[in-house]
């Protein structure tokens, strides 16, 4: 279907408030109709989905474990347990016991502010990112034991968001040195977690801060934006890394600016293939590929529409639902915010 061909408008469905700071992040639950928030309050509001009325409501709040910001919030593959990334240096995992959630462990480690938490594909490791410069991969051992199984300094300055690739146990991080690093496991003697390539100004990278990562469906292709005010498109071979042939680097393939003129903060790719841009300028952008791919420059990506004003302050996160009938996205702002969006065709 070519989207650039239909009438599309993306429609308010509901305003989630509750929260009494900024709203950092927000994340959907993989398997069910449940949006979990972080922010500057401290807590983590899940909210769910009636299933006769459609409407969203707070179904729980996790407070009192974390004494500073929430950064960030990450479900596992299965649903059951959330990680949430701290600013009090922490990462709490919650278990969803049906009818309430339970802290069942807390990370320690890095040595100031946690920005940023994620599962790898099967739930056996997750990453960390914080403000030391660090990046911390934790192996799941099972009894809600984790274990610290490698550090990465790779970063010269506060890293923004750590992301594993969505079928490869290789992991990309994004920092405020400009950069994105790309780590995966060697198979040398000593067996550890290593950069095998860094995505910079000299590789048509970002030429400031680089605040989020996201991947296609396939996970050949990667977004990132920046606060220079574009979107950069990437592209791998990951035929050959599943295949066993080794590493396939990531080229550029092109960047999207003039959308908007101030940084861009988050951005995420539907399961049916349209990008979503948040940024400080208060609105969301949405994109798709124009399916004309030029020999000489690549391709090329489309703006679908931009919605204007979609919050009232800075847009943090935005987050495409994994249903893809729904096309359901939830946006996360500085005014306190969650909000509920759905990309209606309109007559």
Partial sequence: MDLMEKNLELIEVQKLEGHTDRVWNAAWNPVSPILASCSGDN??????QSSLS?????????????????????WSPSGKLLATASFDGTTAI????????????TLEGHENEVKSVSWNASGSYLATCSRDKSVWIWEVLGGNEYDCASVLNGHTQDVKMVLWHPTLDVLFSCSYDNTIKVVWWSEDDDGDYQCVQTLDESTNGHSSTVWAISFNAAGDKMVTCSDDLTLKIWGADISMM????????????????GYHDRTIFSTHWSSDDIIASGAGDDAIGLFVDSKQHDPVNGPSYNLLLK?????????????????KESRLLASASDDG??????LETTP
């Fill in 43 to 48: 807590s983590v509001r899940i909210w769910e």
């Fill in 337 to 342: 915010m969650v909000k509920i969006w759905q």
């Fill in 242 to 257: 599943h295949s066993g042939e080794g590493y396939a680097p990531w080229t550029h393939l092109c960047t999207l600016s």
């Fill in 94 to 105: 919650w278990e969803d016991l049906g009818d309430e959630f339970e802290c069942i462990s």
């Fill in 307 to 323: 919605k204007e004003k979609a919050h009232e302050m800075d847009i943090n996160s935005v987050q495409w639902s994994p249903s």
């Fill in 54 to 74: 459609r409407s969203w409501s707070c179904k729980t709040v996790l407070e009192e474990t974390h004494t500073r910001t929430v950064r960030s919030c990450s």
